[in-house]
């Protein structure tokens, strides 16, 4: 269908273009007004309309696809995968049935309901990052020492992580997308787990598999005790023979779990299989497809994205955007498809605490996500169009998307425009 024949209720399945080069990441969705119309029309011209999953019925769009050329619709047999109750189903794809929280009848995607404001939760989320980060660098220290790791420890550590997220996840998003991190510090564990855990919310899981993801995740890493510190430091890009090193610290870390006490099977999942990869092409036991388990694909994803969005000695961090839209190119191959979009609707395109470009050229934070339309967050607008700060600030939020005919043309890395996040974080 030519896009000037678009119509609000109108359900897009595809594009003429690869929905990587357009804001449309989360692929098919329901016009829900003008401002998405004139969106698609800035970046196709011809798009194809699924004629059961919109509000309009197929005579109705078959009058409007006549008053353009080429109209092109689709029937049931071409329908994208994300319909109704596709979460639900994607969720069982995964194998991943087992440790869900039992649902009612009419609950949403999430399980859990939002009990607390970013403004509210925002210092205790803080101070639990921070926390679990210093507690992190501790379990590290007595790892060295003796070779294992006293789970309590960690168990302690992530509680106060779970709690924030349970109560409002986008505060502790601020915090870990709103900070500046290296690899060589010890918030780069404790953002992994923050992930796992959002995800992990996200998907519904009840309260004891989000303490084994939170575990799992700040540990994914443990095994780097084995290696040398000069392998650690390493400033530029790994020799062949220091990349070969590398993937011991898995097995290292396997070894430390296997002398450690009480430590679930779960927390064994992810440490043992973070880098393997959907196709193939990860280490150390190369597992594909279907042998790949279920908490392996998420431990790989949660370590992936947050690799990408942290500086390291020879990489610069991605903006929270441009990751987003890595990880979406390597949907059925490095990941499997279902887990990255769920996770990408977990962290939005635009995550809380990162800055963001408007289509008319004005910029600021995001400050909470939007559930129904992960395009159209909450921004604090900070810069107006010329570029020119704004001595008054104001916020946009999801009604005024509607009636301004704008939209977010890009994400940036942290610091753009000279704005530090943590400068509006209380």
């Known amino acids: 269908m030519n896009t000037s024949s678009l119509c609000v209720g109108m359900y897009v399945g595809r594009l003429d273009r690869p929905w990587l080069e357009t804001p449309f990441v989360f692929q098919g969705f329901e016009i829900k007004d003008r401002t998405e119309i004139q969106q698609l029309q800035s970046y196709c011209s011809q798009v194809y309309v699924e004629i059961e999953r919109g509000k309009l019925t197929e005579k109705q769009i078959r009058a409007l696809a006549a008053t353009g050329p080429a109209p092109i619709v689709l029937g049931a047999n071409d329908a994208a995968p994300n319909g109704p109750g596709w979460l639900h189903r994607a969720i069982f794809r995964l194998g991943l049935g087992n440790i869900l929280a039992k649902r009612k009848a009419k609950r949403r995607d999430d399980a859990y309901q939002i009990t607390s404001t970013v403004r509210r939760e925002a210092p205790q989320a803080k101070a639990a990052y921070d926390k679990c980060a210093m507690a992190y660098k501790r379990i590290v220290d007595r790892t ?168 390291t000695s020879y990489s610069p961090a991605l903006a929270a955007y441009d990751a987003a839209r890595e990880l979406n190119e390597m949907r059925d191959q490095q990941f499997h498809g279902e887990v990255v979009e769920q996770f990408l609707h977990t962290i939005g395109m635009f995550p809380t605490g990162s800055i963001v470009e408007l289509s008319n050229g004005s910029a600021g934070l995001v400050l909470e996500q939007n559930r129904n339309n992960p395009l159209q967050p909450k921004v604090l607008i900070l810069m107006d169009a010329k570029g020119k700060e704004l001595k008054k600030p104001h916020i946009l939020n999801a009604k005024e ?26």
């Open 144 to 311: 060295q020492r003796v070779g294992n790791v006293r789970i309590e420890q960690v168990i302690r550590a992530v509680t106060p992580l779970i709690q924030s997220i349970l109560r409002n996840p986008d505060a502790m998003a601020w915090t870990v997308f709103s900070g500046k991190r290296t690899d060589r510090n010890y918030s780069r564990a404790t953002a992994t787990a923050v992930l796992a855990v959002m995800f992990g919310r996200h998907l519904g899981f009840d309260r004891k598999a989000l303490q084994d993801l939170a575990a799992g995740a700040l540990l994914l890493d443990i095994g780097n005790v084995d290696l040398s510190e000069e392998l650690l430091t390493t400033a530029g890009a790994f020799t062949h023979v220091e990349y070969d090193q590398v993937p011991r610290h898995v097995q290292a870390g396997v070894d430390i779990l296997q002398r450690s006490k009480d430590i679930e099977p779960a927390i064994f999942e992810m440490v043992m299989y973070h880098h393997e990869r959907y196709d193939g092409s990860g280490y150390p036991y190369e597992l594909s497809g279907s042998n790949l388990p279920p908490l392996g694909r998420i431990a790989g994803i949660v370590d992936c994205y947050d690799a990408m969005t942290t500086k």
């Open 401 to 426: 998307w509607r009636g301004r005919g704008i939209w977010i043309a890009k994400g940036h890395e942290h610091g753009a425009f000279g704005i530090d996040p943590m400068d509006y974080f209380n």
